[in-house]
Nanobody, 119 residues
Framework: QVQLAESGGGLVQTGGSLRLSCSYS????????MGWFREAPGKEREFVAA????????AYADSVKGRFTLSTDNAAKTGYLQMNSLKPEDTAVYYC????????????WGQGTQVTVSS
C-alpha cells in the first residue's frame, strides 16, 4: 500500500515562491499518477496539477499554468510542486494524491500542507 507525505508549506508574500514535496513509500511508483489538489476555506477541493511518473506527462489547472511546475526525483522517491508568483487566492491546504494509471479516482492521499499567501 502506497503512502504519501507532503511537506514544504508555509507563509509567503504575494509574488513569492514555495516548493511542496510529496514523498511516497513504495518499492516502485512507475505505474502511478501523482496529483496535487488544494482546498481553500469554504470551497471544494480542486485539481491543481498531475504527473504520470513513468512518462513525466503533466497537466495543470488553468489557474496555475505558467506559475506552477511539477518535477520528480526517483532516487528520493519524491515529487515536487514548485509554486512561483503566488497570489492570495492560492491560499489553501494542498494535498498530494496517487492513483494507478487508467483509474479515475485517486485512492491514496497525503495529510495536506497549509500554504498561506499574504497580500
Amino acid at each position: 500500500q502506497v503512502q504519501l507525505a507532503e511537506s514544504g508549506g508555509g507563509l509567503v508574500q504575494t509574488g513569492g515562491s514555495l516548493r511542496l514535496s510529496c514523498s511516497y513509500s513504495a518499492r516502485t511508483f512507475t505505474n502511478y499518477v501523482m496529483g496535487w489538489f488544494r482546498e481553500a476555506p469554504g470551497k471544494e477541493r480542486e485539481f491543481v496539477a498531475a504527473i504520470t511518473w513513468s512518462e513525466r506527462r503533466t497537466a495543470y489547472a488553468d489557474s496555475v499554468k505558467g506559475r506552477f511546475t511539477l518535477s520528480t526525483d526517483n532516487a528520493a522517491k519524491t515529487g515536487y510542486l514548485q509554486m512561483n508568483s503566488l497570489k492570495p487566492e492560492d491560499t489553501a491546504v494542498y494535498y498530494c494524491a496517487a492513483k494507478l494509471r487508467g483509474q479515475n479516482n485517486y485512492a491514496v492521499w497525503g495529510q495536506g500542507t497549509q500554504v498561506t499567501v499574504s497580500s
